[in-house]
């Protein structure tokens, strides 16, 4: 493993953290040479398996440690090898990639390798004319043939001074390739799908912003992070997502199909334009009630402004349009932020929107709701309501879809 290989790898296993998954790491002897298995420990919340022998680095998790070191032994790992949903080898050398062509399990990782049943990614990284030659181009076709899926390196600069395509692909890229063989790949791989596949899901997310002028706009505090873990978990459970999102800060989740969008107007485009497709569509984003009546097409000056009234004009409601014109059978899930009375707001705009559900969120209090990593609120239909206690965004993710497929059912039967 190489030093900047080994720093991606750690990177790799925090996004895949972001993605909803639980990596667990294995390490090779050469592996250990770049980064100390506790790092990954550390990182992962679990132990990391460095030999066949049972002599795994601790992670300083109460769990896992009341395991203690000595009772694991290889029986344990081939089982924890038996249970894994994939093994992705990143950085892949051009050692373990002859070892995994030829059958050979000197190690704990090929060992593995033999041993599950799970659809394997590598990732190869090593010097460029190692790459090129033909031993180990014979060896990646060898595991091709055996459908390994084989994420190419990228070219670039060389720890070892030379330009070319050896280099490790970014982390983002093998995330990518992990959720679509876990979710089940739109083109045939060896996905082992979800609860949501078969469903084509439509998230809204970010607070969108109407100018001012230039450089000014109206906005709002959503930080688009609820949203986006809706698109992560649909996509993670098997559904073909694409994400209409206002700014954020956040990075494009892996897997899904994403539209950058600015402004209310902008948002409706996108959203109608993709709403037949769709079997259910969440709209998260914060989006402004209105617009500048009259946008200023040059920087509004500060000289006679102590007084400035700005003219607003009613925006359209994409949600309501969305439920008018969905298919029979779209799912439409909205959010109602509220700061009083959030249970009768929110069933008022259950029933005045039509919408089969709306997740009601007291943004009054500190912690919850806008611009924080936790949220608390209820998911509420014409049948009643389910309560969300506090807890992060991305469980309620996961609860609002476990929400949306008993929809699914009670609208079947
Ligand atoms: N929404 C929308 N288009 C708008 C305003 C809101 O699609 N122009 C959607 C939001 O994405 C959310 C739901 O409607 O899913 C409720 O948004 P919210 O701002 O809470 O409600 P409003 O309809 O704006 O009602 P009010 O401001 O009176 O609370």
Not at 100 to 126: K, Q
Not at 230 to 256: D, E, F, N, W, Y
């Amino acid at each position: 493993m190489r030093g900047i290989a080994a720093y991606k790898s750690v990177e790799l296993v925090r996004l895949l953290q972001d993605a909803g998954y639980d990596p667990h790491v294995v390490m090779t002897a050469a592996a250990e040479k770049f980064v100390t298995p506790l790092t990954f420990a550390a990182i992962s919340g679990h132990k990391v398996i460095t030999s066949l022998w049972g002599e795994e680095a601790g992670t300083g998790s109460a769990e896992d440690d009341a395991e203690g070191d000595d009772g694991v032994s290889s029986i344990e790992h081939i089982q924890a090898a038996q249970s894994t949903s994939l093994l992705v080898v990143a950085p892949a050398t051009a050692n373990m990639l002859a070892k995994f062509a030829h059958g050979l399990a000197d190690d704990f990782l090929s060992t593995m390798y033999l041993a599950t049943t799970a659809p394997v990614i590598v990732a190869p990284a090593m010097n460029v004319n190692m790459w090129e030659h033909p031993a180990v181009q014979t060896n990646v076709a060898t595991l091709r043939a055996r459908g390994v899926k084989v994420i190419e390196p990228g070219s670039g600069y060389l720890a070892c001074g030379m330009v070319g395509g050896g280099r490790l692909a970014e982390p983002a890229t093998i995330v990518d390739a992990i959720v679509e063989t876990l979710a089940g790949g739109t083109e045939g791989g060896v996905g082992q799908g979800g609860d949501f596949t078969g469903e084509t899901v439509l998230v809204t997310a970010g607070g969108t912003r109407e100018a001012i002028d230039p450089v000014r706009f109206i906005g709002n505090r959503s930080s688009g992070r609820m949203g986006y873990a809706v698109a992560v978990a649909a996509r993670r459970r098997g559904a073909k997502v694409v994400l209409i999102s206002a700014p954020t800060g956040l990075p494009c989740p892996a897997g899904v199909e994403v539209e950058q969008v600015v402004t209310v107007e902008d948002m409706r485009a996108a959203v109608m334009a993709r709403l037949n497709e769709m079997t259910v569509v969440v709209m998260a984003a914060a989006v402004s009630d209105y617009r500048v009546k009259s946008v200023a097409e040059q920087k509004m000056k500060r000289e006679g402004a102590q007084a400035v009234s700005l003219e607003l004009a009613g925006t359209v409601d994409i949600l309501r349009e969305v439920v008018g014109r969905r298919r029979d059978g779209t799912l439409v899930v909205g959010f109602a932020a509220e700061t009083e009375n959030a249970m009768a707001n929110g069933r008022a705009k259950l029933e005045r929107k039509g919408v089969d559900a709306v997740v009601v969120n007291d943004v009054s209090e500190d912690g919850i709701g806008f611009d924080s990593e936790q949220n608390a609120g209820s998911f509420l239909t014409k049948d009643g309501a389910v309560e969300f206690p506090v807890m992060s965004k991305t469980e309620m993710a996961e609860r609002i879809l476990d929400e949306v497929l008993k929809l699914r059912d009670r609208a079947a039967h």
